[in-house]
């Protein structure tokens, strides 16, 4: 139903490593959902990255935001200024501060209260834990902990996961959440153990890209790994 790419996009920062947007086309429609946008500035490679996939920013119909820091929103404000028809989407709790309307998260616990560098008004707030709206067999999972309101989306029938930051990987295993970032480290090590309830073969991580195989038993050995290290 879905042919699912990772884009590799520059990451925050020279010298940092690369970042992995998801791009989702409906098979036989010209149609596309972008699961997060990089940084700011970007918006090239991002054209690049999508003529790779045989697509282009006309076929950007969705722009689907796990949460607003900035490696993956900060392009969003002149995306949807060059797609003047792309929706925005996330979730209700990330919704204010997407549209800048209050200070993010991230820099709250910096002790630096702002909104969003480049907010993007008018997001439509999906519902966690279920389907999202117009596009067939995806669904929207709750998966705090990096963030409040942070979310990932479940391909059912590809069994994929796009965990944006609620899962990073390393040399292609599942690393968890990284707890320099994650701002409520027990509840993201609790995202780990329900998202080990899913029927998984693959999860696509915003910092580390695609990770195959038996994704349950590596979410259950993370999550009893971090347990019995407290």
């Known amino acids: ?45 991002l054209e690049e990255a999508l003529a790779g996939a045989g697509a282009s ?37 990330q919704r204010p501060f997407v549209a800048g309307e209050a200070a993010s998260p991230r820099s709250v616990a910096a002790g630096r209260p702002a909104p969003v560098d480049d907010p993007v008004p008018g997001a439509v707030a999906l519902e966690g834990d279920a389907p999202f709206p117009g596009w067939e067999g995806l669904w929207v999972v709750d998966t705090p902990g990096h963030m409040p309101g942070h979310i990932a989306l479940y391909c059912k029938e590809e069994r994929t996961l796009i965990a944006g930051d609620a899962l990073t990987a390393e040399e292609g295993r599942l690393a968890g959440p990284n707890p320099r970032y994650t701002l409520d480290m027990e509840e993201g090590m609790e995202t780990v153990r ?10 696509l991580c915003h910092h580390g890209g695609a990770v195959r195989g038996d994704i349950p038993r590596q979410l259950e050995a993370l999550f009893r790994a971090w347990r019995e290290d407290r």
Do not use: N
């Open 57 to 93: 920013l006309g076929d950007l119909q969705a722009l689907a935001l796990t949460h607003c820091d900035h490696d993956h929103m900060g392009l969003a404000r002149e995306l949807t200024g060059r797609c003047p028809g792309l929706g925005v989407y996330c979730s209700a709790v």
């Open 1 to 45: 139903m879905y042919r699912i790419t990772p884009l590799r996009l520059p990451g925050p920062g020279e010298g940092s490593p690369p970042i992995w947007p998801v791009l989702l086309q409906w098979e036989g429609e010209d149609r596309a959902l972008l699961v997060d946008c990089g940084c700011a500035g970007t918006l090239p490679q």
């Open 194 to 203: 329900l998202l080990a309830r899913l029927d998984l073969q693959t999860v």
